[in-house]
């Protein structure tokens, strides 16, 4: 049964709203379509009951296209969108005429149709009503990546079955898939192998926020502009997954994983001259920042987030306390650009922390050469990941977040880890997952617990 939440704040409704255009037929179904026409990549947007015409859901498909996609916005409610004001034909007979299972056939040519004018992956986008059409298009395996905004009509064992990666964007405040629901849904894609998620409940919302907000709210606007780049980086990450071929399982589920806006925020301002270390050309073949005595027999290796080796002041911090400290330019000089338009995700295609790790070993080597007996190595953010994969490599391995935020299950699933790291850490630490600042002090702290 519809809750009255999916038909509050409804839109005011444009035929003619967004830069793009609407063509009578694209698989056989009149749509709103944007960006180029010549993309590889697609995303397939699916509305809530008000239909394609509205103009938040239009603005929508506009920002994704400029991220380099070709977006079709069909109009799966055939000019038959939900009105609240008809009061002989409620939500309730509405939607007996507009089933989920009929617009999910209809999306089969539409897909069909991307993939005829040369698109090799295609995502989709469900609002509300159309979440249930996209789970059921990853149910099929039709898409490579699905994306649920404040889903209604899905179930848990629609979530078993699905199979491509997905992402669940959910409100605090929701009455057809409240935060429990959308809890159940993380579970159960935690324990399926090889199917990368990204689970959000965003705070003080409610459902359909992402396209019924009102543009004076600016909290609302916010809150949408994150579940949009959250949606945008999910694409991008199994886009390149697809165009690289098959990845191991936990690649897969990691680049979903690593797909959040909050790896963006608050970017420093990078100072290459600074800290009281010295820069090197040549570390283990790498540009690199090291402080510390270079006889000590212990070595730290810190690893950027994605704003570059911006670590100077906690390197020296763990340098006064006896290490050697490595912090190496595993970016060559280019950090993410929050000012660039390429999006997030397109970074990440030229900078897999998995290649990170590979580069890491020869600068270990070089670390043991010059008598080195314990490594240790803390990444932040993006550089956590790429500590997982080089786990074996070293004596102890930190994961934490820049400006002391620490990785929850949630941005770093603990599944995501070998087994070999989390035996390795589970003295004296119970989790990987730390629960406190991770300041240069206490890594100091962590490290010489260990060694």
Same mark, same amino acid.
């Given at each position: 049964?519809?809750?009255?939440?999916?038909?509050?704040?409804?839109?005011?409704?444009?035929?003619?709203?967004?830069?793009?255009?609407?063509? /009578?037929?694209?698989?056989?179904?009149?749509?709103?379509?944007?960006?180029?026409?010549?993309?590889?990549?697609?995303?397939?947007?699916?509305?809530?009951?008000?239909?394609?015409?509205?103009?938040?859901?239009?603005?929508?498909?506009?920002?994704?296209?400029?991220?380099?996609?070709?977006?079709?916005?069909?109009?799966?409610?055939?000019?038959?969108?939900?009105?609240?004001?008809?009061?002989?034909?409620?939500?309730?007979?509405?939607?007996?005429?507009?089933?989920?299972?009929?617009?999910?056939?209809?999306?089969?040519?539409?897909?069909?149709?991307?993939?005829?004018?040369?698109?090799?992956?295609?995502?989709?986008?469900?609002?509300?009503?159309?979440?249930?059409?996209?789970?059921?298009?990853?149910?099929?395996?039709?898409?490579?990546?699905?994306?649920?905004?404040?889903?209604?009509?899905?179930?848990?064992?629609?979530?078993?079955?699905?199979?491509?990666?997905?992402?669940?964007?959910?409100?605090?405040?929701?009455?057809?898939?409240?935060?429990?629901?959308?809890?159940?849904?993380?579970?159960?894609?935690?324990?399926?192998?090889?199917?990368?998620?990204?689970?959000?409940?965003?705070?003080?919302?409610?459902?359909?926020?992402?396209?019924?907000?009102?543009?004076? /709210?600016?909290?609302?606007?916010?809150?949408?502009?994150?579940?949009?780049?959250?949606?945008? /980086?999910?694409?991008?990450?199994?886009?390149?997954?697809?165009?690289?071929?098959?990845?191991?399982?936990?690649?897969?589920?990691?680049?979903?994983?690593?797909?959040?806006?909050?790896?963006?925020?608050?970017?420093?301002?990078? /100072?290459?001259?600074?800290?009281?270390?010295?820069?090197?050309?040549?570390?283990?073949?790498?540009?690199?920042?090291?402080?510390?005595?270079?006889?000590?027999?212990?070595?730290?290796?810190?690893?950027?987030?994605?704003?570059?080796?911006?670590?100077?002041?906690?390197?020296?911090?763990?340098?006064?306390?006896?290490?050697?400290?490595?912090?190496?330019?595993?970016?060559?000089?280019?950090?993410?650009?929050?000012?660039?338009?390429?999006?997030?995700?397109?970074?990440?295609?030229?900078?897999?922390?998995?290649?990170?790790?590979?580069?890491?070993?020869?600068?270990?080597?070089?670390?043991?050469?010059?008598?080195?007996?314990?490594?240790?190595?803390?990444?932040?953010?993006?550089?956590?990941?790429?500590?997982?994969?080089? #786990?074996?490599?070293?004596?102890?391995?930190?994961?934490?977040?820049?400006?002391?935020?620490?990785?929850?299950?949630?941005?770093?699933?603990?599944?995501?880890?070998?087994?070999?790291?989390?035996?390795?850490?589970?003295?004296?630490?119970?989790?990987?997952?730390?629960? #406190?600042?991770?300041?240069?002090?206490?890594?100091?702290?962590?490290?010489?617990?260990?060694?």
């Amino acid at each position: 049964m519809a809750s009255p939440q999916c038909c509050a704040n409804p839109p005011t409704l444009n035929p003619a709203g967004g830069e793009g255009k609407v063509v /009578d037929s694209f698989g056989g179904i009149k749509a709103y379509v944007s960006g180029a026409a010549e993309s590889k990549a697609a995303v397939v947007l699916v509305s809530d009951v008000y239909g394609f015409e509205a103009p938040n859901l239009r603005k929508i498909a506009d920002k994704v296209a400029s991220s380099g996609y070709f977006v079709v916005v069909p109009d799966f409610l055939h000019g038959d969108p939900f009105v609240p004001e008809n009061t002989e034909r409620p939500i309730q007979v509405w939607i007996k005429e507009h089933g989920a299972d009929k617009g999910f056939e209809e999306a089969k040519p539409v897909i069909a149709a991307l993939k005829e004018k040369g698109v090799s992956s295609v995502g989709a986008a469900g609002y509300c009503w159309g979440a249930k059409v996209v789970v059921e298009l990853a149910k099929a395996h039709e898409i490579q990546a699905a994306v649920m905004c404040h889903p209604s009509f899905v179930t848990v064992d629609d979530i078993k079955e699905v199979k491509c990666p997905i992402a669940i964007l959910g409100a605090e405040i929701d009455r057809m898939s409240p935060p429990e629901v959308v809890k159940q849904f993380e579970q159960v894609l935690s324990s399926k192998s090889g199917i990368g998620h990204f689970v959000k409940i965003f705070p003080g919302v409610e459902h359909g926020w992402t396209v019924r907000y009102k543009n004076e /709210d600016a909290a609302a606007v916010k809150s949408a502009e994150e579940a949009l780049a959250d949606m945008i /980086d999910c694409c991008s990450a199994c886009a390149q997954q697809h165009h690289n071929g098959q990845t191991s399982a936990s690649e897969r589920r990691h680049r979903c994983s690593i797909a959040s806006s909050h790896c963006w925020e608050n970017p420093p301002a990078l /100072d290459p001259a600074g800290g009281g270390g010295d820069d090197v050309n040549d570390f283990g073949g790498q540009k690199a920042y090291v402080a510390g005595s270079a006889g000590s027999k212990a070595a730290i290796v810190l690893v950027s987030d994605a704003f570059a080796p911006n670590l100077r002041k906690i390197a020296n911090r763990v340098a006064l306390s006896g290490y050697f400290v490595v912090v190496p330019d595993f970016l060559h000089g280019d950090p993410y650009q929050p000012d660039n338009p390429n999006n997030p995700g397109m970074w990440l295609q030229s900078h897999n922390p998995k290649e990170a790790s590979e580069v890491a070993k020869p600068v270990i080597a070089a670390l043991k050469e010059k008598g080195a007996s314990f490594i240790g190595a803390a990444g932040y953010c993006w550089g956590a990941m790429s500590q997982i994969q080089s #786990s074996s490599m070293v004596d102890c391995t930190l994961l934490a977040m820049l400006c002391g935020k620490v990785i929850d299950k949630q941005q770093m699933p603990r599944h995501l880890v070998p087994e070999a790291t989390r035996t390795r850490l589970s003295y004296p630490f119970p989790e990987l997952i730390l629960t #406190s600042r991770l300041e240069g002090c206490r890594l100091v702290g962590l490290f010489s617990l260990v060694w």
